[in-house]
């Protein structure tokens, strides 16, 4: 059982950055890949990023490549999204997620919603003209 509690969203303006946390409870986290993925209203869940369990690949939407970066410290159990130069099209619900595969897999897995086991409650991102 894993907890996880999104931060950092709000109001920015177009080009501006946010930094996202999630927090996760438990001593297990080291053992979890762990993901972002954004709702915008009446849109599907897509993906944004991932991470390795480790730490040692991160993978992102091609929406999001060079302006996002997804990190971890498993030390404090905390995952982050660094999201720069936003767009308006970066508007959404923020959620992290939770993965127990340790096994090396394809960049896609990570991609699908349903390989996720915990989510959080997620954080709001709005991003103005």
């Known amino acids: 059982q894993v907890q996880l509690v999104e931060s950092g969203g709000g109001l920015v303006q177009a080009g501006g950055s946010l930094r996202l946390s999630c927090a996760a409870s438990g001593r297990t986290f080291s053992s979890y890949n762990m993901g972002w993925f954004r709702q915008a209203p009446g849109k599907e869940r897509e993906f944004v990023a991932a991470?390795?369990?480790?730490?040692?690949?991160?993978y992102y939407a091609d929406s999001v490549k060079g302006r996002f970066t997804i990190s971890r410290d498993n030390a404090k159990n905390m995952v982050y999204l660094q999201m720069n130069s936003l767009k308006p099209d970066d508007t959404a619900v923020y959620y992290c997620?939770?993965?127990?595969?340790?096994?090396?897999?394809?960049?896609?897995?990570?991609?699908?919603?349903?390989?996720?086991?915990?989510w959080g409650q997620g954080t709001q991102v709005t991003v103005s003209s």
């Open positions: 997620a939770a993965d127990s595969e340790k096994r090396l897999v394809p960049a896609s897995y990570y991609y699908a919603r349903a390989v996720y086991d915990y």
């Open positions: 991470i390795r369990w480790s730490g040692s690949s991160t």
